[in-house]
């Protein structure tokens, strides 16, 4: 019995987004400060000087497309609280 064919996922390459991008008329700058993501690791994603495992660099790989995936809140895995700037002093 064939095994069933299992529909490969839309993975975009980095031409693609390009082309998205300028089809739509936005710069990379301006779709890296509408997802609140940094703008030099968004180049870096999508130049494959990072692959996108782990972090920042994966919620963006998934957002542009470039591959599939899910992204999970912080809250959702218990990680913790970020710390207040150093300059921040508690006062008891």
Known sequence: MPRPRIKAPD???PDAV???LQEAGLSLA???RAHNVSYEVTKAVLAGRLKGKRG???????GLGLKVGKVIAPQA???PPPKPHRSLRVVP
Do not use: P
């Not at 920042?56 to 998934?62: C, K, N, T, V």
């Open 30 to 32: 301006e779709w890296a």
């Open 11 to 13: 993975i975009k390459t």
């Open 77 to 79: 895995y218990g990680a």
């Open 18 to 20: 390009r082309a998205e």
């Open 56 to 62: 920042e660099a994966h919620r963006i790989a998934i």
